[in-house]
């Protein structure tokens, strides 16, 4: 019979629990290899004949387990490959109650971004989440068992070695080495153990309430770090009055990585980065940058408590953690800074989880995971984006103190320990008294989101809902239901009125308050509701009338829910362009971001060449106005909110319109910049400005882009100029480009990005795509360590415009299955199969509406 191990989907069994590792581990960073010692402390609910672990390519040289009061033999170790396990058979059983597991074991670096990885010259790091812990450790790899982690590491003397506990004891050992002992911690789930060995500095700690924390990268960023180390600081103290509980893990180290696979990972005490994502020089950073690093840096903070303190009891709670931490940085960021408006950048990613929420391919917030690859694509924006915002449509809904008084009940109710979704449910349910458990489970437990249909006569309104699918003529049988909690504002005049309505039918019909007919009705009031409307002709039109009386993420969603109703077939495109173009007098850059976004997809996708300039012509009209009001040149002082509205005109005019003009003044703008004048161009311009020299720049500007990504430090300048060399639009310059693609000269973080641009750039597109696939053992054998980047090469192959290419992708994707990425197979083919139809379906009539504008 075969084992149960042989199964991928296999699990731990309950009866044996680990509450306690002590480990050695030792790096030898030359031969990219290591070797481990540990004892785990483990407790047997019943009588054992078998222990089974994770551990995934270790050499397990030894074990002994003793228990009972003696040492039991082992009578074999067995690896079972497919479930990354190792099962241990005794000469008699583990008799019930304590034991003690050794095992030696030695293992290799891998090649990847996983496990124990070179992340830089001389610099190891790990990156065990989802389930890598078993390619470093022999463990038991999954969120339910925390045990405490006792961990000494052996490196070069020379470096610098941190872990989840603070360093308390460091001896030579000759030979240029040393070990170094860490603080025990509290209990941890595997994902959450670290170490980083290697040259990295920092400026000294700060001390928070007692918690030191500091901020490292390689020496020469060091003084990159400020920006990070203060984010840290600041919100630190916010996230601990909030949950009501102290910060648990001792220290808080913050280090930034050249090579790491996400964006950061919340590992306790010792939380990991991507540089782009924490180091930055303010003097040169666009506040999205800024904004960027503030919400990563709260997000891994929040962790601590929200999956590190209380940790989820397996990976199909995931959202949990990641949803409660996407919500809780806005809402602390925000706190921290208002003018920022960072719920404006919340809304995108909402509004980028909405169309993803429309395909059928979609998942529930709460999924079922049966397997690690499972797990690993759980990390989207299903999980992200869409379960924070449920979780603010539920705070919405309790009130922020009652809110918040359930997250602090639940701290304290599994503090250390573990917990499902029901959990937070009922915490939440009984400090709020609310039946917070329909409305969570309803939403959390269902694919997709309701459309909500508004149509009125006069104070009388009917509201209907039904599941939204951005396929033409899909779901009309469905008859999925949620209770929507919408928010309802109108008025006429000075008179404004705010309703709250608890959809929980098909249609209801209901009475609007007030005496007179409201002149403008909007139905997702603060756009915190996770469901799109479609007004009747009139409310729509009265709306375009009134956008003035709209707060900007309430322009935006509109803007939002038109698009998604012109992908659904439901809207003309005609119809959605006479709605943009009501937005002239639009001085809002959050605002002008969204139809920037929203007209760039139409000239990527579906626009015809006989169609540009006409089209151009309209992207003028919007934003020639924007730019001629701000001018060029940025005065010290003036106000972020000025400096993003021209940053939005020359993103429109310069690489949506292709405007001359624009491209040449920024390009001039760019190199007296880049020869030192710091006044040419203010730092929310650098993004657009280096794309467009680019897609314009010849073989000089090639080797200069080339040689200053070689030499850039900050890691945004160095991803700006890498990316760059992938949008050079002359032919044999592109040539250029797809090569760079195929090389180690694109650092393997970030390789998805450079593809996604190839495929982006209208003259790379063709050969590149060829290339891809006639190339793609090699890419695929260098992206296989890493599989979220993976899935981001899958996702891109989304930029592709014709049928023909959708044909390619489909066979091709058929003929080379990539397990890792199953879901976003399904999702990337199936979004464009609905883009290739929008473009066969609107071709003419963008032609005829540009003609009769
Ligand atoms: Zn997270």
Not at 1 to 10: E, I, L, Q, S, V
Not at 263 to 290: F, H
Not at 312 to 341: C, G, H, Q
């Amino acid at each position: 019979m075969p084992h149960p191990a042989d199964d991928r989907t296999f699990r731990l069994p309950l009866h044996l629990r680990p509450h306690r590792y002590d480990a050695t581990l030792s790096v030898d960073l030359d031969a990219k290899r290591f070797s481990g010692t540990e004892r785990i402390e483990l407790r047997a609910a019943e009588p054992a004949e078998e222990i089974v672990l994770h551990a995934a390519e270790l050499d397990v040289t030894r074990a002994a387990l003793h228990a009972g009061g003696r040492v039991i033999a082992v009578a074999s170790i067995s690896p079972a490959p497919v479930s990354e396990t190792l099962i241990l058979r005794f000469a008699e059983p583990m008799p019930r109650g304590e034991g003690t597991l050794e095992l030696a074991w030695t293992g290799r670096m891998t090649a990847g971004l996983r496990g124990l990885y070179l992340a830089g010259s001389g610099l190891a790091a790990t990156q065990f989440e989802a389930a890598d812990a078993r390619r470093v450790f022999p463990s038991f790899d999954e969120p339910g068992f925390k045990a405490t982690w006792r961990l000494a590491v052996e490196a070069p003397s020379g470096a610098v070695v941190l872990s989840n506990g603070a360093p308390e004891r460091e001896e030579a050992l000759g030979d240029g080495r040393k070990r170094v002992w860490f603080a025990e911690t509290p209990p941890l789930p595997t994902y959450l153990v670290a170490l980083v060995a290697g040259p990295i500095e920092s400026f000294a700690a700060v001390n928070v309430r007692g918690v030191p924390v500091r901020t490292w990268a390689s020496p020469e960023k060091v003084s990159l770090t400020a920006f990070g180390q203060d984010v840290a600081v600041e919100v630190l103290p916010r996230l601990e009055d909030y949950f009501g509980v102290p910060y648990a893990f001792g220290k808080v180290d913050q280090v930034g990585l050249p090579e790491f696979e996400a964006g950061a990972m919340e590992n306790a005490g010792l939380v990991t980065y991507r540089e782009v994502a924490l180091l930055l020089d303010p003097q040169t950073a666009s506040l999205a940058q800024k904004k960027r690093v503030a919400e990563v840096v709260t997000h891994e903070l929040a962790h601590q408590w929200f999956g590190n303190w209380v940790t989820m009891t397996w990976w199909d709670d995931l959202w949990l953690n990641e949803a409660f931490a996407t919500w809780m940085s806005y809402k602390i960021v925000d706190a921290w800074n208002p003018a920022w408006r960072v719920w404006l950048e919340f809304d995108q990613g909402k509004a980028a989880a909405m169309h993803l929420d429309a395909l059928r391919s979609t998942h529930p917030i709460h999924a079922e995971i049966r397997d690690v690859n499972a797990a690993g694509e759980a990390f989207d924006l299903i999980t992200y984006e869409k379960g924070g915002a449920v979780l603010r449509m539920i705070e919405g809904y309790l009130g922020v103190e009652r809110f918040r008084d359930g997250i602090r009940l639940y701290m304290r109710r599994h503090a250390k320990g573990n917990a499902v979704a029901d959990d937070l449910w009922s915490a939440l349910a009984e400090a709020s008294g609310e039946p917070v458990l329909e409305l969570a489970n309803a939403w959390i437990g269902k694919p997709g989101f309701p459309l909500v249909r508004i149509f009125r006569e006069g104070r009388k309104l009917t509201l209907e809902q039904r599941r939204f699918f951005s396929e033409t003529g899909v779901g009309e049988g469905d008859d999925t239901l949620w209770p929507v909690p919408l928010v309802v504002r109108h008025g006429e005049g000075e008179r404004v009125v705010e309703e709250r309505i608890l959809l929980r039918e098909r249609r209801a019909e209901l009475e609007l308050s007030g005496e007179v007919e409201p002149a403008f009705l909007c139905a997702n009031a603060g756009a915190t509701g996770f469901y799109r409307v479609a007004y009747d002709a009139a409310g729509l039109e009265a709306l375009g009338r009134s956008l003035a009386r709209l707060a900007p993420a309430e322009r935006i969603q509109l803007i939002s829910d038109e698009w998604a109703l012109v992908r659904s077939g439901e809207r003309e495109i005609g119809a959605f362009l006479d709605l943009v173009t009501r937005f002239g007098g639009e001085e809002d850059h959050a605002v002008l971001d969204e139809l920037v976004a929203r007209l760039s997809a139409i000239e990527h996708r579906l626009l015809v060449d006989g169609d540009r300039l006409r089209f151009a012509a309209l992207v003028a009209t919007l934003f020639g106005p924007r730019l001629a009001e701000v001018g060029w040149d940025s005065t010290p002082g003036e106000p972020d909110a000025v400096r993003l509205r021209r940053a939005s005109a020359v993103r429109a005019l310069g690489l949506v319109a292709r405007s001359a003009g624009v491209v040449h003044e920024v390009t001039a703008r760019l190199d007296r910049w880049t020869s030192g004048d710091r006044g040419a161009l203010e730092p929310n311009l650098h993004d657009p400005a280096v794309a467009m020299a680019a897609r314009s720049g010849d073989e000089a500007r090639f080797d200069r882009f080339r040689a200053l990504f070689a030499k850039e430090t900050d890691p945004a300048f160095r991803r700006r100029f890498l990316l760059a060399l992938a949008t050079f639009e002359d032919p044999a310059l592109a040539m250029r480009g797809i090569e760079l693609a195929f090389t180690d000269e694109v650092p393997l973080q970030d390789v998805a990005s450079f593809v996604a641009t190839l495929l982006a750039n209208r003259t790379a597109r063709g050969p590149f795509w060829t290339r891809l696939r006639a190339d793609w053992e090699r890419l695929h054998a260098r992206v296989k360590g890493a599989p979220m980047l993976l899935r981001r090469i899958i996702e891109a192959m989304g930029a592709l415009v014709e049928r023909r290419e959708l044909e390619e992708a489909e066979a091709f994707l058929a003929a080379h299955p990539v397990d890792e990425a199953r879901q976003a197979i399904a999702q990337t083919l199936e979004r464009l199969r609905q883009d290739v139809a929008l473009r066969e379906r609107t071709q003419g009539e963008i032609g005829r509406w540009l003609e009769a504008r």
